[in-house]
């Protein structure tokens, strides 16, 4: 059943795979509908993966009102119950990293081992790029912008000395086949809006589950001494940094197997 009610909404989900059930939480503007997605990828060769579209964004419901990091946690929450779930391991990457860390605080009983990969706690401890702050760029500045985010190593000698490379990274970000769609500008601006005030850097101590948190060591946005931030907070936590920025899950190719064997321990 892709399209599971929960909170008063409906969820597009996809599930894939067969093992111990993982829930897949996405980042920022993630749509399943673009291929190829997590499902496609190693996970659900080793897990029962079920990946959704988060409120406002892909073909979720987009209700007409501000969206917080705990609704965002409750949706997270109320699917894993849907599936007939009780207790699941995840995977919270970047914007969906945010939304785990709130799901382990506020659900605890339902997380049994976590993933954090690319993100932030926010407050003291260092909250990711303010995608707020460049709202009004237009499509194509915005990706320009934040492509040395992205990817430390993407500087502005690298774009002269690499102009072909710069302008293929640049077409990739732009592609958005669904932009248009009604609900889509507004739903995903409610997402930057939650994500500007997420904070649990008090609340983190409270998580007693093992964590993992997985890094790119040139990541801009989720910075690596965030990382170690998150790290000396979450007790007894795990530390990895893979080479790669914001995207390392697809640029180091053992950064996946890495959080497999986690989960799997």
Same mark, same amino acid.
């Given at each position: 059943?892709p ?11 996809e ?15 993630a749509d399943?509908?673009n291929?190829?997605?997590?499902l ?12 959704y579209?988060?409120r ?8 007409d009102q501000?969206?917080s990091?705990?609704?965002?946690a409750?949706?997270?929450? #109320? !699917? ?6 009780d $207790?699941?391991?995840?995977?919270g990457v &970047?914007?969906g /990293? ?5 799901l #382990? !605080?506020?659900?605890?009983e339902?997380?049994? $081992? ?5 993100? &932030?706690?926010g /407050? ?11 709202a009004?760029?237009t499509?194509?500045d915005?990706?320009r ?9 993407l500087d502005?000698a ?8 710069h302008?293929e ?10 932009a ?8 995903a ?5 939650a994500?500007?005030a ?22 801009g946005?989720?910075?690596p ?5 998150l790290?000396l907070?979450i ?7 893979f ?10 190719r053992s ?7 986690f989960?799997?321990?």
């Amino acid at each position: 059943m892709p399209f599971v009610p929960v909170n008063d909404l409906k969820l597009y989900s996809e599930r894939a795979g067969e093992g111990e059930p993982l829930l897949f939480i996405s980042g920022t503007g993630a749509d399943l509908r673009n291929k190829p997605n997590v499902l496609d990828g190693p996970f659900s060769r080793q897990f029962d993966v079920l990946a959704y579209d988060q409120r406002g964004l892909g073909q979720s419901d987009k209700p007409d009102q501000p969206y917080s990091m705990a609704d965002y946690a409750d949706d997270a929450a #109320a !699917l894993i119950l849907a599936q007939g779930w009780d $207790r699941v391991h995840v995977v919270g990457v &970047s914007f969906g /990293g945010m939304v785990a860390q709130e799901l #382990a !605080l506020r659900h605890p009983e339902r997380v049994s $081992r976590l993933v954090l990969a690319c993100t &932030s706690p926010g /407050g003291a401890g260092g909250a990711s790029y303010p995608f707020h702050d460049i709202a009004h760029l237009t499509a194509k500045d915005r990706a320009r912008h934040l492509m040395p985010f992205n990817d430390t190593r993407l500087d502005a000698a690298w774009a002269e000395a690499n102009p072909e490379r710069h302008a293929e990274l640049l077409a990739q970000s732009l592609a958005d086949p669904y932009a248009l769609e009604p609900g889509r500008a507004q739903g995903a601006a409610r997402q930057i809006a939650a994500r500007a005030a997420h904070n649990v850097w008090d609340r983190l101590p409270n998580i007693q589950i093992p964590v993992m948190i997985a890094a790119g060591r040139f990541d801009g946005i989720a910075r690596p001494e965030t990382q170690l931030n998150l790290a000396l907070q979450i007790p007894g936590s795990v530390l990895r940094f893979f080479k790669g920025g914001h995207m390392f899950m697809l640029q180091d190719r053992s950064a996946v197997a890495a959080m497999i064997e986690f989960l799997k321990a």
